[in-house]
């Protein structure tokens, strides 16, 4: 989990509120990640963000934005859009300056709505 | 689009033995792939890659996978399992994504878990 922080580790929200997840990382990494993780499916790709003020699309970004405001730090808002946001949020970075380089991963956020 | 399968929910091994985790992949052009472990409640932890040149890749705590690009197979072993080895493993595929960064696609994960 070295050099990327998220927070908090726990979150509960009520049914209609936005949240917002914190990951920072002090790895100087350019591309930063949000997953989401649901028993038995893996890890899916929210969204993504290769350089600062620059952020596309993964493939469940429904409900969710990010912003990019800083190279270290990549917040994820879960909107009151999302219709099932109980699931455990993992952020990531990498250094895409060197090829194919493995995503370093933060310790996550456990959302349940309540 | 890419994909990758891991064909079991859960392995069991006793400690001492062989382990190993199935993983076959789909991707148009060359496969970068990548194993990682989860403990509970935690992030994932990086085991090891392939991206080009020898089939076998070693990795970190004893882990080696083998590419076969024949079967389209990226299998993590290790000779000998620990205890300590339980955990969640997940093997990734990824492609290159406008010349920059890596755009992994997960397996479901295959829960490993080692008895005394």
């Known amino acids: 989990d070295g050099g990327i922080t998220q927070s908090p580790k726990y979150l509960f929200r009520k049914e209609g509120q936005n949240v917002t997840l914190s990951c920072e990382q002090n790895?100087?990494?350019?591309?930063m990640y949000w997953y989401r993780q649901d028993p038995g499916q893996g890890l899916r790709l929210i969204y993504y963000?290769?350089?600062?003020?620059?952020?596309q699309k993964g493939d469940i970004a429904e409900g969710y934005s990010v912003s990019r405001e800083k190279k270290e730090s990549f917040p994820l808002t879960v909107t009151s859009a999302q219709k099932n946001p109980t699931a455990f949020y993992l952020c990531?970075?990498?250094?895409?300056?060197?090829?194919?380089?493995?995503?370093?991963f933060g310790p996550g956020t456990r959302l349940t709505v309540l | 689009a890419q994909s990758v399968a891991q064909p079991e929910d859960q392995v069991n091994v006793a400690e001492g033995n062989p382990l190993t985790v199935k993983c076959t992949y789909s991707?148009?052009?060359?496969?970068?792939l990548f194993w990682y472990v989860q403990y509970p409640n935690r992030g994932l932890q990086f085991l090891l890659k392939?991206?080009?040149?020898?089939?076998l890749v070693k990795g970190s705590y004893g882990f080696e996978a083998e590419f076969n690009k024949s079967q389209t197979s990226f299998h993590l072993k290790k000779p000998s399992a620990l205890v300590s080895d339980s955990a969640l493993y997940f093997c990734?595929?990824?492609?290159?994504?406008?010349?920059?960064?890596?755009?992994?696609?997960f397996g479901g994960g295959t829960r490993v878990l080692v008895k005394p």
């Open positions: 790895l100087n990494h350019d591309a």
């Open positions: 392939y991206i080009t040149g020898d089939n």
């Open positions: 963000s290769q350089i600062v003020n620059d952020f």
């Open positions: 991707v148009s052009g060359n496969p970068y």
């Open positions: 990734a595929v990824s492609i290159r994504y406008k010349a920059a960064g890596n755009k992994l696609t």
């Open positions: 990531a970075s990498s250094n895409p300056g060197q090829k194919y380089n493995e995503q370093f």
